[in-house]
């Protein structure tokens, strides 16, 4: 239960075969956002994956960051809903040994969507950046309450088809180990 620091770092590298790619499909009159599967007969994703954290006797730190490359082997190109860049910043506190609270911030970089016939990225989906918040507070018998809410400020960038609102939710886990211990 003292000072602690630490950083990970990792590498990737994956060749794919016959992998489905999700497309966009022209807008229609009701306004929703429609995909289609498309097969990429080769393909490879590649990228590092960067973490560090400060854990202290209250208070816990942690950054990440990603990277990620992707192709097309037929053509060179980027994959569509590949985004090359991401990041997250945690806090999370523990005022009192029995409460914590947690608040992330998750920041997904711009997104290639759609591509041309010649196979150049002619649209991405914008960056997202969401503030997700929690708070537990510890019961008998290994018990935990949750609650709750992901992406606290409501935001809902244009051309994201994931349900992105805010959610809320309360949990009610049972935990065999404690947050800050070693």
């Known amino acids: 239960t003292g000072t602690r620091l630490y950083g990970r770092a990792q590498m990737f590298w ?3 075969h016959d992998f489905i790619e999700t497309r966009p499909v022209a807008d229609d009159a009701s306004g929703l956002l429609r ?4 097969n990429v007969a080769r393909a490879r994703t590649h990228g590092a994956e960067l973490e560090a954290g400060l854990v202290l006797p209250s208070v816990r730190f ?3 960051y990603a990277w990620l490359g992707s ?3 037929a053509t060179g190109r980027p994959l569509l809903g590949r985004p090359p860049h991401s990041a997250r910043l945690v806090i999370t506190g523990a005022p009192a040994r029995a409460l914590h609270a947690t608040v992330s911030a998750i ?7 759609e591509r041309d016939e010649a196979g150049a990225i002619t649209s991405e989906r914008e960056a997202f950046l969401r503030i997700d918040a929690r708070v ?3 019961l008998p018998w290994g018990l935990e309450l949750s609650l ?3 992406n606290i400020f409501d935001r809902r960038p244009d051309a994201w088809a994931d349900a992105v609102g805010r959610e809320w939710y309360l949990g009610l886990a049972w935990l065999t180990t404690s947050l800050f211990s070693d």
Request: no cysteine; glycine share 12%; hydrophobic share 35%.
């Open 14 to 16: 994956n060749d794919l």
């Open 62 to 64: 942690e950054a990440g």
């Open 136 to 138: 537990a507070r510890r």
């Open 71 to 73: 192709e097309d082997a």
């Open 148 to 150: 709750g809410a992901d």
């Open 35 to 38: 995909f289609q599967y498309a």
């Open 107 to 113: 920041h997904t970089g711009a997104t290639p969507m």
